[in-house]
């Protein structure tokens, strides 16, 4: 059963990975090619590379910080009704999951992966503030820690999803 959790949850990782970070890598590249045009067009030099390179990388945390909601939705559809490892997980309202089916599932889903980080937060101060030497209290704190926190936190919920939503349930196939 642990590897089933360990399967579904790696499956998920990717998905949630590159659903994000490429939406992100998009939407950011998309901002930066309107900015540079709105300013001008200017002639491509080493100044302006480095100039777009830090609009990116300005633009890139705030919109991923959008799109890890939005595949967060997105990629909880695909954990139903795979047998992965003679299990499955099922919804117990309807044997094809759309994304209307989930949207009560997601809700809790979004609960229990917040409490969870929330705690890992908690845990994580306790440790900056023990072991560290950081000045301010949440220096360390960033959308990549975020991000690590949201995919440690989405193993466990997969796991507790089945006891936590009447909805759910993981069955043998």
Same mark, same amino acid.
């Given at each position: 059963?642990?590897?089933?959790?360990?399967?579904i949850w790696?499956?998920?990782?990717?998905?949630?990975?590159?659903?994000?970070?490429?939406?992100?890598?998009?939407?950011?590249s998309?901002?930066?090619?309107?900015?540079?045009?709105?300013?001008?067009?200017?002639?491509?030099?080493?100044?302006v #590379? *480095? !100039?777009? =390179?830090?609009? /990116?990388?300005?633009?890139?945390?705030?919109?991923?910080?959008?799109?890890?909601?939005i595949?967060l939705?997105?990629?909880?559809?695909t954990?139903?009704?795979?047998?992965?490892?003679?299990y499955?997980?099922?919804?117990?309202?309807?044997?094809?999951?759309?994304y209307?089916?989930i949207?009560?599932?997601?809700?809790?889903?979004?609960?229990?992966?917040?409490?969870?980080?929330g705690?890992?937060?908690?845990?994580?101060?306790?440790?900056?503030?023990?072991?560290?030497? #950081? *000045? !301010?209290? =949440?220096?360390? /704190?960033?959308?990549?820690?975020l991000?690590?926190?949201?995919?440690?936190?989405?193993?466990?919920?997969?796991?507790?999803?089945?006891?936590?939503?009447?909805l759910?349930s993981?069955?043998?196939?």
């Open positions: 059963m642990s590897k089933f959790y360990l399967l790696l499956g998920w990782v990717l998905r949630l990975t590159l659903s994000s970070v490429v939406s992100a890598g998009v939407f950011a998309f901002i930066t090619a309107y900015i540079y045009v709105s300013q001008g067009s200017s002639p491509l030099s080493k100044e #590379y *480095e !100039a777009l =390179f830090h609009v /990116f990388k300005f633009w890139f945390p705030l919109v991923w910080s959008v799109t890890l909601l595949s939705f997105r990629t909880l559809k954990v139903f009704n795979r047998c992965i490892n003679g499955e997980m099922n919804l117990k309202s309807c044997s094809v999951v759309g209307g089916d949207k009560g599932v997601w809700r809790k889903w979004l609960m229990l992966i917040i409490w969870l980080v705690a890992q937060m908690i845990i994580a101060l306790i440790f900056t503030k023990l072991f560290t030497s #950081y *000045e !301010a209290t =949440f220096d360390w /704190f960033n959308i990549y820690v991000y690590t926190f949201v995919l440690v936190a989405g193993y466990v919920s997969f796991v507790l999803l089945s006891s936590r939503c009447r759910v993981v069955k043998k196939c």
